[in-house]
């Protein structure tokens, strides 16, 4: 496996993984990690958004493109080896564990 890839997870397909890039990556889950609250119930993934769109590399994401994509795939990632949750109910609200 080369290193500029990683291989990512989802919790919605368990033992299939699918490769993205690396820096991207990496960014992404740096800016996110830190907005998210550690306790149930969370935020909101528009809040998530709005929150760590600051703190992206704006060479990776100008602009905050994408973001909402790169979002999503460290989000499932990140669930699906359990580091964070969604609270239950409706909307969907992220926090850490």
Same mark, same amino acid.
């Given at each position: 496996?080369?290193?500029?890839?990683?291989?990512? =997870?989802?919790?919605? /397909?368990?033992?299939? /993984? /699918? $490769?993205?890039?690396?820096?991207?990556? =990496?960014?992404?889950?740096?800016?996110?990690? @830190? +907005?998210?609250?550690?306790?149930? @119930?969370?935020?909101?993934?528009? =809040? +998530?958004?709005?929150?760590?769109?600051?703190?992206? *590399? !704006?060479?990776?994401?100008?602009?905050?493109?994408?973001?909402?994509?790169?979002?999503?795939? +460290? !989000?499932? *990632?990140?669930?699906?080896?359990?580091?964070?949750?969604?609270? /239950?109910?409706?909307? +969907?609200?992220?926090?850490? $564990?």
């Amino acid at each position: 496996m080369s290193d500029d890839k990683i291989e990512v =997870e989802n919790p919605n /397909t368990p033992g299939r /993984t /699918t $490769r993205l890039d690396r820096s991207k990556y =990496e960014a992404m889950r740096a800016a996110f990690l @830190p +907005v998210l609250p550690k306790d149930p @119930p969370g935020l909101k993934v528009a =809040e +998530v958004k709005a929150a760590l769109l600051p703190h992206l *590399d !704006q060479s990776l994401f100008p602009g905050g493109a994408k973001a909402g994509w790169w979002l999503k795939a +460290v !989000q499932l *990632d990140l669930e699906a080896k359990g580091i964070i949750a969604r609270a /239950t109910g409706s909307p +969907v609200r992220l926090y850490r $564990r």
